[in-house]
């Protein structure tokens, strides 16, 4: 069941997915004409799942932890998601630096170019309780989803898929393939939240960049919460209120995990443990919220 909204916009089906803010041509552009280069760093998520604090978080290390790229322009044309509208135009425009791309596009419609390339993927993964919890909150402010009526019917589509970009399991089962290859690096927004400093030193030496400990100081503080809450270009108060209406609730929304305890009942909670059982039971890696 979905519920529809006033003045709702328009998600595109493609290839048996609904996408937000694209068109089948951008789709087709993402996943079979951009031309992945050796150095391009991907951030893939579902959404989220801590996709925006990564953008944060790569645009300060590519500038040695200096705040003025992430404070005078916004975060989708510093790390531009792929998949959506216009994203060629945006791309292309990245000529003299670095590209760090985002993307929510499951692993079978992802760049196929991505393939015997040597650019990276940073996956990052979160709790799917606080995934389901963020997205119910999300989908009441973001125009291109249903308004959720209660939180028990968002989380019968959140188990079965039925929402914008698909199915977590899905999302994740099919990512997680990568894990053990070079260019992959499996994150997750609980390591974010642990231990920030030795995250942010991992994914540096990932991506092949050496920070001394005072610009990784200043990463740490312009990637926390409450920089990027009252930063306009990373908190999305520049999308129009008729998409994003943050009138009431906000993006950057409560930035913690384990808020899944606060909204699920005893019966949600153990019914989501069954089913996240049944279906990651093959995939061959220890998750970390198992
Ligand atoms: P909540 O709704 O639980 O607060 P995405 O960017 O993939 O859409 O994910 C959004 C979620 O990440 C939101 O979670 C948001 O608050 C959280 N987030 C964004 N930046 C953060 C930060 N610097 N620290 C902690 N959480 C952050």
Known sequence: RTFSRPNMAECVEYRGYRFP??????????????QVLDDDVFNVTYPKSGTTW?????????????????????????????????????IKKIQDRRRYLSSHLPRQLFCKSFTNSKAKVIYTARHPKDVAVSFYHFSKINKFFAYPESFDDFLKNFLSGNLPYGSWFDHVKGWL???????????????????????????CAFIGKE????????????????????????????????????????????????????????????????VFKEKMADIGVKLPWD
């Open 21 to 34: 803010a694209t068109t089948v041509k951008d789709l087709e552009f993402a996943g079979n004409e951009l």
């Open 177 to 203: 393939e990568l894990v053990g290859t070079d260019n992959f690096l499996f994150n997750t927004y609980e390591d974010l939240q642990k231990d920030l400093r030795g995250t942010l030193k991992r994914i």
């Open 211 to 274: 920070l001394d400990e005072a610009a990784l100081d200043s990463v740490m503080e312009n990637v926390s919460f409450h920089i990027m809450k009252d930063n306009r270009m990373a908190n999305f108060s520049l999308v129009p209120e008729k998409i994003m209406d943050q009138t009431q609730n906000r993006f950057m929304r409560k930035g913690i995990a384990g808020d899944w305890k606060n909204h699920f009942t005893v019966a949600q909670s153990e019914y989501f443990d069954k």
């Open 54 to 90: 990564m953008i944060e978080i790569l645009s300060l290390i590519h500038t040695n932890g200096d705040p003025t790229w992430s404070k005078e322009t916004p975060n989708w044309s510093r790390v531009p998601w792929i998949e959506i509208q216009d994203s060629e135009e945006t």
